[in-house]
């Protein structure tokens, strides 16, 4: 059973930085794209990073030059690093296959940008 388990959010100040990291089973990472997506309150779930099983990487425009996505497929995991971060990056954070499988969805990790 595949299961992927974000973590790293949290609490940061404007411009602050911080690094997700997803953790999952099988063979999900290492033939899949995988994304990274988030949920503010009161929107849809958008994509805001993409990165394929050889390391091609897409973003939202709005992350652009401030996240990177990355992944070790020897642990399975997939990170995304979070620079300059803005009050609008607010929103619980999700990874999942790229297009997303519903069955995958995880718990997410919250993270706040706020003074």
């Known amino acids: 059973q595949v299961q992927l388990v974000e973590s790293g959010g949290g609490l940061v100040q404007p411009g602050g930085s911080l690094r997700l990291s997803c953790a999952g089973s099988g063979t999900i990472f290492r033939i899949y794209v995988m994304g990274w997506y988030r949920q503010a309150p009161g929107k849809q779930r958008e994509l805001v990073a993409a990165?394929?099983?050889?390391?091609?990487?897409n973003y939202a425009d709005s992350v652009k030059g401030r996240f990177t996505i990355s992944r070790d497929n020897a642990k399975n995991t997939v990170y995304l690093q979070m620079n300059s971060l803005k009050p609008e990056d607010t929103a619980v954070y999700y990874c999942?296959?790229?297009?997303?499988?519903?069955?995958?969805w995880g718990q997410g990790t919250q993270v706040t940008v706020s003074s």
């Open positions: 990165i394929t099983s050889g390391g091609g990487t």
């Open positions: 999942n296959n790229n297009p997303p499988v519903y069955k995958y």
